[in-house]
């Protein structure tokens, strides 16, 4: 194992690539009482059209398949996974992503006996064509129910109105029409060529012996044999850097309008340090005009144009990346005309030494307080692992940030034709 001290921060990695291709990083922390673990799969919505493994043509999958396949894993033969973790005093759960699948659990006792349930469980697949067609009403019902909550509809009416093609303007789940078509066979191919440990990822965080534990993965990993896999070969489609269209407007059951701006903010491949930088100048700025001490904000608040639904969120991913801001307001025009005058004013930014280091602080600040989870530790550890990026690496990186690349990055951050509109008005 390759051990990595991070003295700034007072933590101690310990990773390892194993034979098969597996990824394995570990976070001993005897402090802590629990322990958290989260198997991850570099597999997610967003990976409709690829290379199967062993197969030379492009096939293209239904919407929802990289969902509708981590509801199956639970499921085997003869018992439920769930009630495994649940006799050995574990708490299991999992999500899909646009960009990954994660299966994990948290305990506080039987940690090896949990992690073997975890790798075993995941890299054993059952599906049967009777459990998939009972799985296809169970997830449409997920779905209906996603498409009666207006935040919901907010985010993905902004995302449709940002992008033109790329498949994050796609529902998670998929559409009750695209999962009536999903197979068993659909299932197979996309477990066998996207859980290839090749493509995976294993972190630990908590109170372990990290060396006692990495005998017992290795153990379990060259027990299984794995096909050999070389790059996956996705495909997606050109995304232009415009959004798709200036305003997407709908009506649903609601007391008060509701109105999202959206900022296109990536639409090509991002990784290693030009990913990080723009992933940490983007979450500073927009935190510094639209959190409740931000001059944005303020302005808002006094014109009576928000309340206490008023949210935003800055994300980047390898190869797209948006900012949201929005929420419930009754001046839904007002609203947008004063967003856009707000971020077009920033072009003529200029922030000055005190500014910049007062966000670099809350930054660093808030990342320190965030590492007292394991469960945040370990998910963010994961996504900058996926982009080829180390969590433990954003502290030093952000007192590297200068003055010229705040202002540079303000100055150039928005354009009109990057700004879309979500409106959910009252029926």
Sequence with gaps: MDKMVYDQIGETVYKEKLENGLTVSLLPKSEMAKTYSIFSTNFGSIDQTFVPINGTKRITVPEGVAHFLEHKMFEKEDRDVFADFGKQGASPNAYTSFTKTAYL??????IEKNIETLLDFVQNPYFSDESVEKEKGIIAQEIEMYNDQPDWQSFMGTLRALFHHHPVKIDIAGTVDSISTITKDDLYTCYNTFYHPENMTLFIAGNFDE??????????????????????????????????????????????????????????????????????????????????????????????????????????????????IGGNTRDPDQFVQTVRELLISTRHTVFSPEQIDRMKKKKIGQLLKAMNSLEFIANSYIHYETAGANLFDIIPFIQTLTGEDFNHYVQNWIDDERIAVCKIMKE
Aim: aromatic residues 14%.
């Design 105 to 110: 659990f948290s305990a506080t006792g039987q």
């Design 211 to 324: 060396q006692r534990l990495i005998n017992l993965i290795r153990r379990n990993q060259a027990s299984k044999n794995f096909a050999q896999l070389k790059t996956i070969k996705r495909d997606y489609p050109d995304e232009p850097a415009a959004a798709a269209k200036q305003e997407n407007k709908m009506t649903m059951p609601v007391s008060v309008p509701k109105c999202t701006v959206g900022i296109k903010e990536s639409s090509f491949e991002l990784s290693g340090d030009e990913f990080l930088k723009k992933d940490l100048l983007q979450d500073m700025i927009v935190d510094f005009y639209f959190s409740k001490g931000g001059s944005f904000y303020q302005q808002l608040y006094e014109q009576q144009l928000i309340d206490a639904s008023f949210c935003f969120e800055t994300t980047l991913e390898k190869n797209f990346g948006y900012t949201f």
